[in-house]
T-cell receptor, first 115, second 114 residues
């Protein structure tokens, strides 16, 4: 089954403790992206990657890092989480950066709470 | 700068009624307008999309109306059902921009009551 898999689904952590949220897709997609969803703010893009070793900032990149060493994986790293990063996070992918009419395939989300 | 404004933030509709969600955009370079549907505990999924060369697109009970001159588009859900209860996001992008980029509205939480 074609899918985007995020882990973990739920994560509670404390301020300053480094964490990684993993994202993997099995569709051989070139383009991957991370979003955060907050009430009243909708979906905001954090980082995206157009291919292996090619990443760029989205609208809200502060406090986050990403890497794209393999085509299928696009982990989101919070090196020093803070409470304002408490949010619902989604990973998404499309076949290529020029797949303008293709739907974004989303994972089922990771709910992060930073205390 | 919010490039896609969506309203209302929440909507309650009686079963069988019509649900209407509106979006307005500012960037005239946008030329692809999808709507995403999100159920609780799930990621958003594409529901229906339109390009500005048509004024309306219908898929089953879901219709997008598009007004290019007003820079507005809307989602109409006819004969709304409790199973339609979800959060809906409008979005916009510019094809041929060099990289896939979707700008989302802030979302509308729809509740359809029996």
């Amino acid at each position: 089954e074609a899918q985007v898999t995020q882990n973990p689904r739920y994560l509670i952590t404390v301020t300053g403790k480094k964490l990684t949220v993993t994202c993997s897709q099995n569709m051989n997609h070139e383009y991957m992206s991370w979003y955060r969803q907050d009430p009243g703010l909708g979906l905001r893009q954090i980082y995206y990657s157009m291919n292996v070793e090619v990443t760029d900032k989205g609208d809200v990149p502060e406090g986050y890092k990403v890497s794209r060493k393999e085509k299928r994986n696009f982990p989101l790293i919070l090196e020093s989480p803070s409470p304002n990063q408490t949010s619902l996070y989604f990973c998404a992918s499309v076949p290529s950066p020029s797949s303008y009419n293709s739907p974004l395939h989303f994972g089922n989300g990771t709910r992060l709470t930073v205390t | 700068q919010q490039q896609v404004k969506q309203s209302p933030q929440s909507l309650i509709v009686q079963k069988g009624g019509i649900s209407i969600i509106n979006c307005a955009y500012e960037n005239t370079a946008f030329d692809y307008f999808p709507w995403y549907q999100q159920f609780p505990g799930k990621g958003p999924a594409l529901l229906i999309a339109i390009r500005p060369d048509v004024s309306e697109k219908k898929e089953g009970r879901f219709t997008i109306s598009f007004n290019k001159s007003a820079k507005q588009f809307s989602l109409h859900i006819m004969d709304s059902q409790p199973g339609d209860s979800a959060t809906y996001f409008c979005a916009a992008s510019t094809t041929g921009a060099g990289s896939y980029q979707l700008t989302f509205g802030k979302g509308t939480k729809l509740s359809v009551i029996p």
